[in-house]
Nanobody, 126 residues
C-alpha cells in the first residue's frame, strides 16, 4: 500500500524556519513527482513547490524571495520542504502528494495527484 506521511509542522514565530518531511511507505520516489500543497483556513488548497522524478526540475510559489526549498534524500524515500522567513500567511495544513510521471514532470494541480499524506499543521504566530 502506497502511503505518504508528513511531519515537521508546528508553531513558529514570524521570521523562523521549518523543515517539513514527507516519508514514502510502500514505494520509493524514483518515478514520482512530488508536490507540497498547503491549505489555509477557508481557502482552497494551493501548490507550494514541486520536484520532478529526476530532480532536475523544481518550481516554487514564492520563487522571487527564495523562501521555499524542495529536496529529496539520496534513497528517494523522503521529500523535504524547507521554509525560511516564515510569515503569518504561511499558516495552514501542508500536504505532500505524489504521482508517477515522466522525468521532468512538475505540477501544482491538485487533480494531478492520486497519492496524498494526511497533512501537517504549520502555524506562524507571535
Amino acid at each position: 500500500q502506497l502511503r505518504l506521511l508528513e511531519s515537521g509542522g508546528g508553531l513558529v514565530q514570524p521570521g523562523g524556519s521549518l523543515r517539513l518531511s514527507c516519508a514514502a511507505s510502500g514505494f520509493t520516489l524514483h518515478y514520482y513527482a512530488v508536490t507540497w500543497f498547503r491549505q489555509a483556513p477557508g481557502k482552497e488548497r494551493e501548490g507550494v513547490s514541486c520536484i520532478s522524478p529526476s530532480g532536475s526540475k523544481t518550481n516554487y510559489i514564492d520563487h522571487e524571495t527564495g523562501r521555499f526549498t524542495i529536496s529529496r534524500d539520496e534513497a528517494k524515500t523522503t521529500a523535504y520542504l524547507q521554509i525560511d522567513n516564515l510569515k503569518p500567511e504561511d499558516t495552514g495544513i501542508y500536504y505532500c502528494a505524489a504521482t508517477t510521471a515522466g522525468p521532468n514532470y512538475c505540477s501544482a494541480y491538485v487533480a494531478s495527484f492520486p497519492y496524498w499524506g494526511q497533512g501537517t499543521q504549520v502555524t506562524v504566530s507571535s
